[in-house]
C-alpha cells in the first residue's frame, strides 16, 4: 500500500474534505491553467485557434504525440543571427529579476522597521496601524499607480513642491525612469512585506530579549543577534511575497517605467496581443514561471533538511 493511500485511510470524511476544498482549488485554477498553458506552448497553432487540434498525430497507422520546442529556443537563441544567448527575450527576463530583487530589498528595509514598531506597540493601537497598512488596497490598484503619476510629473506634486522652495528652477525628469517605477513597485508592493514580518515579530518572546540584556549585549547588537535570526520566516516570506509578482510585474513598468524598461510581462503582453503569437508567449511564462518556482523548491527542501538535521 502506497504513502499516499496510508494517509487517506488515515483521515476521517470530515478532514478529507477539508483538505480536498483546497486540492480541488489549486487543479482548477493552477494545475488545469499551467497544463493548458504548456500545451499551447508546445504547439504551433498557426491558423487555428485550437492548440489540441493537432496534439496528436497518425503516421502509418501509428499515433505520436506532436510537441514543438522551438518556442523554447527562440528564448535563447536570435532568429536573425542565429546566435544563442543574447535576445530580447533573455534580457527582459535578466531586466526582471534586477527589478524585482531590487524592489524586494527597498521592502524589506522600508517594511522591517514598520513591522518592529508596530508589533513593539500596545495592542489597541496595533489595530491602528495594520488598518493603516491595509488601507492601500481599499483604492483600486490601478488608480493608485496613476496618482504616482501624478505625484512625479514634471508638473506634479513634487517638482511643483522644489520649485516653490527654490530648490531647483526646471522641472526634474522624474516621471519614465528607473526610479519612479521602483518608487511604484516597493509603495504598492510594500503591504506585502509588512504584515508578514509582523506577524512574526509579534511573536517574538519578550524573554529572549531581556536574557540578552542580562548578558550584556547592547541593544544593537541584541537587533542583529536575537531578533533578526529568529524573524527569518518572516523575512523569508515576505521577500517571496514581493519578489515573486514584481517579477511578472506589467502594469507598474508601462505606466511608470521608460520605454527601455522591458520587462518580462510587457514582453509576454507584446507577443500575446501585438504579435499574436500565443505559443511563444506561452513559452515566455513557462520559463518564468519555473524560474521562480525551482529556486522555491529547493530553498523549501534545504530549509526541511535543515529542520530535521536540527531535530535529529
Not at 493548458?36 to 489540441?52: A, Q, Y
Not at 528564448?75 to 524586494?104: M, P, Q, V
Request: proline share 5%.
Amino acid at each position: 500500500m502506497s504513502l499516499l493511500s496510508r494517509f487517506m485511510q488515515a483521515l476521517t470524511p470530515g478532514r478529507r474534505s477539508v483538505l480536498g476544498i483546497p486540492y480541488l482549488w489549486l487543479i482548477l485554477f493552477f494545475a488545469l491553467p499551467f497544463a493548458i498553458l504548456l500545451r499551447i506552448s508546445l504547439t504551433d497553432m498557426g491558423e487555428s485557434l485550437n492548440p489540441f487540434a493537432d496534439m496528436l498525430i497518425n503516421k502509418d497507422g501509428k499515433w505520436s504525440l506532436l510537441l514543438k520546442v522551438e518556442n523554447y529556443w527562440s528564448i535563447f537563441r536570435d532568429e536573425t543571427s542565429s546566435t544563442w544567448g543574447d535576445t530580447i527575450y533573455l534580457d527582459a527576463y535578466a531586466l526582471s529579476l534586477k527589478y524585482a530583487f531590487i524592489t524586494t530589498v527597498l521592502c524589506l528595509l522600508i517594511g522591517y522597521p514598520f513591522a518592529y514598531f508596530i508589533a513593539r506597540s500596545s495592542p489597541a493601537m496595533r489595530v491602528l496601524y495594520l488598518m493603516l497598512v491595509m488601507l492601500p488596497f481599499w483604492t483600486s490598484f490601478l488608480l493608485r499607480v496613476y496618482a504616482w503619476k501624478g505625484i512625479l510629473a514634471d508638473q506634479g506634486i513634487v517638482n511643483d513642491a522644489l520649485i516653490a522652495i527654490g530648490l531647483i528652477e526646471e522641472p526634474i525628469q522624474m516621471l519614465y525612469t528607473d526610479i519612479s517605477m521602483l518608487v511604484g513597485m516597493t509603495y504598492v508592493y510594500l503591504p506585502f512585506m509588512v504584515l508578514p514580518l509582523y506577524a512574526n515579530l509579534v511573536k517574538l518572546d519578550q524573554r529572549l530579549l531581556d536574557a540578552s540584556y542580562d548578558l550584556g549585549a547592547t541593544p544593537w547588537q541584541t537587533f542583529w543577534l536575537v531578533t533578526v535570526p529568529l524573524s527569518r520566516a518572516g523575512i523569508v516570506a515576505g521577500s517571496m511575497l514581493v519578489f515573486i509578482p514584481c517579477v511578472g510585474e506589467f502594469v507598474i513598468p508601462s505606466l511608470l517605467g521608460g520605454a527601455e524598461n522591458i520587462m518580462i510581462g510587457r514582453v509576454v503582453w507584446d507577443e500575446l496581443f501585438s504579435a499574436n503569437n500565443w505559443p511563444r508567449a506561452s513559452a515566455l511564462a513557462v520559463l518564468m514561471i519555473v524560474l521562480v518556482i525551482v529556486p522555491l523548491l529547493w530553498f523549501q527542501s534545504r530549509v526541511r533538511r535543515q529542520a530535521e538535521a536540527e531535530r535529529g
